[in-house]
Every structure is written in structure tokens, then in C-alpha cells.
């Protein structure tokens, strides 16, 4: 991604509205994605930690993670206090990551854009979510569509490997929005809500709905739109 933005700066600067599609993306990493804040906040995230569930299974496995991302130095960094802090907690106790709402000074992208709609629906899921929540937060953003996935809020996925050699993936923390701002189960809310297309045109439509909208500050008409 910063890749990306670095290739395409020119061509981003130009536009004033941006439309930011994570439909059919079921998640990943949030280093994909951060990247891109700086270009849709405002100067301050504030977003929620999480906590870590202490086991020696768990342990094992916030120290065998690094092994399988393109940074270990970095990654076994930011783990060694956790996996410290795991280590010295009763087993089955939950071990913060930090304090429960974390706030991050974001350096503001000069020409960002104006408006930016993100579009979201029930295939928006894991970090997927976590870039909703926190793009939301830019005073220029609207999420438009329909209602995230709803699995985010114990997180963290782990490989284990079972008696039977398949490999099982399991959550090993859960957020600190538990059980105010329960996610799970319900999905983020879009500010702007979309129907349900009932065809791939339909599907396709959204996206001009979404230009309409931020161009003229009329969705159009719908289904009405596919013959355009």
C-alpha cells in the first residue's frame, strides 16, 4: 500500500473525492491499511486497544507469529513486552496491550482529499472492520452500504496444529470496546444505508451511486442507475 500511494501520489492529489471499495475483503493485517490514514484523518486517531488471553499455548504462539510476517525484527519488538507480560500473568487472566483507548498523532497528508466515501458491506469483515472504524473517525469520511461482517472483536488469529494434521486458526485476544461497543455478530453500521443489489449490475451501480453522492449529494435512483 505505502508502495502504492508513493507511485501514485501525483495522480491522488488531483481528486477531490475518493471512493475507497472494501467490498469482498475479508481482512488481513492493519499495517495494509495504515498507509492510508493519513490521507482520510484529520490529525488524531483514537481507537481502542486489545487484551491478551494468557496461556503457554498462546505464548508459544505470539512468539512463533513473527516467523511468518516480512518483518520478524520489528514484529518480535512490539511482541517481547506482551509475550513478558503473558508470561508473568496467571494463566487464563487477559493481559492488556496497552491503555484501553490508545490515541496516535497522525501527520496529515497536505493534499488529501475533500470526501471520501467508503463502501462496505457484509463481506467487510476482521481488519477490513478495524479500517472502517478507524477511517470513520475522519471528519471528511462517510461510510456508505451496508453493515460490516461482525468479526472483529476477539482477533489476533493464531495457526495450531490438530492430532488429525489440519491446521486450526483461532482468536487469541478480544477488544476493549467489550461490552459497550459490541461488533461481533452485528457489524459496523454505515452512515448512509444501500439496499441490497439483487444483480452483479446492480453491485456495479453502487459505485456510481457513491460518485453521485459525492459530486452532486444525491444517491440517484437506485436500481434505476444500472441503465446508465
Not at 7 to 22: A, C, G, N
Given at each position: 500500500?505505502?508502495?502504492?500511494?508513493?507511485?501514485?501520489?501525483?495522480?491522488?492529489?488531483?481528486?477531490?473525492?475518493?471512493?475507497?471499495?472494501?467490498?469482498?475483503?475479508?481482512?488481513?493485517?492493519?499495517?495494509?491499511?495504515?498507509?492510508?490514514?493519513?490521507?482520510?484523518?484529520?490529525?488524531?486517531?483514537?481507537?481502542?486497544?486489545?487484551?491478551y488471553l494468557a496461556t503457554p499455548a498462546n505464548i508459544?504462539?505470539?512468539?512463533?507469529?513473527?516467523?511468518?510476517?516480512?518483518?520478524?525484527?520489528?514484529?518480535?519488538?512490539?511482541?517481547?513486552?506482551?509475550?513478558?507480560?503473558?508470561?508473568?500473568?496467571?494463566?487464563?487472566?487477559?493481559?492488556?496491550?496497552?491503555?484501553?483507548?490508545?490515541?496516535?498523532?497522525?501527520?496529515?497528508?497536505?493534499?488529501?482529499?475533500?470526501?471520501?466515501?467508503?463502501?462496505?458491506?457484509?463481506?467487510?469483515?476482521?481488519?477490513?472492520?478495524?479500517?472502517?472504524?478507524?477511517?470513520?473517525?475522519?471528519?471528511?469520511?462517510?461510510i456508505l452500504g451496508r453493515p460490516t461482517g461482525g468479526?472483529?472483536?476477539?482477533?489476533?488469529?493464531?495457526?495450531?496444529?490438530?492430532?488429525?494434521?489440519?491446521?486450526?486458526?483461532?482468536?487469541?485476544?478480544?477488544?476493549?470496546?467489550?461490552?459497550?461497543?459490541?461488533?461481533?455478530?452485528?457489524?459496523?453500521?454505515?452512515?448512509?444505508?444501500?439496499?441490497?443489489?439483487?444483480?452483479?449490475a446492480e453491485r456495479l451501480a453502487e459505485v456510481k451511486?457513491?460518485?453521485?453522492?459525492?459530486?452532486?449529494?444525491?444517491?440517484?435512483?437506485?436500481?434505476?442507475?444500472?441503465?446508465?
Amino acid at each position: 500500500m505505502r508502495r502504492f500511494l508513493d507511485q501514485q501520489r501525483s495522480v491522488l492529489e488531483l481528486h477531490r473525492y475518493w471512493i475507497v471499495d472494501v467490498r469482498n475483503n475479508d481482512g488481513g493485517s492493519d499495517s495494509t491499511f495504515e498507509p492510508l490514514l493519513p490521507w482520510l484523518l484529520d490529525g488524531e486517531l483514537r481507537a481502542h486497544s486489545v487484551e491478551y488471553l494468557a496461556t503457554p499455548a498462546n505464548i508459544k504462539a505470539q512468539i512463533d507469529i513473527c516467523g511468518f510476517v516480512g518483518d520478524a525484527v520489528s514484529c518480535r519488538q512490539t511482541m517481547a513486552p506482551i509475550v513478558e507480560a503473558m508470561k508473568a500473568a496467571p494463566a487464563g487472566t487477559f493481559v492488556p496491550s496497552g491503555a484501553k483507548i490508545l490515541v496516535q498523532h497522525i501527520e496529515s497528508e497536505p493534499h488529501r482529499p475533500e470526501r471520501v466515501v467508503v463502501l462496505t458491506d457484509r463481506s467487510c469483515a476482521s481488519s477490513c472492520e478495524q479500517f472502517v472504524l478507524e477511517a470513520r473517525s475522519g471528519s471528511r469520511v462517510k461510510i456508505l452500504g451496508r453493515p460490516t461482517g461482525g468479526m472483529l472483536d476477539v482477533s489476533n488469529l493464531r495457526p495450531h496444529t490438530l492430532p488429525s494434521g489440519r491446521l486450526l486458526f483461532y482468536a487469541t485476544t478480544r477488544s476493549t470496546r467489550l461490552p459497550d461497543m459490541r461488533i461481533d455478530g452485528i457489524g459496523i453500521a454505515p452512515d448512509i444505508l444501500l439496499e441490497r443489489p439483487d444483480s452483479d449490475a446492480e453491485r456495479l451501480a453502487e459505485v456510481k451511486r457513491a460518485r453521485r453522492w459525492l459530486e452532486e449529494g444525491s444517491l440517484g435512483a437506485g436500481a434505476d442507475e444500472t441503465s446508465r
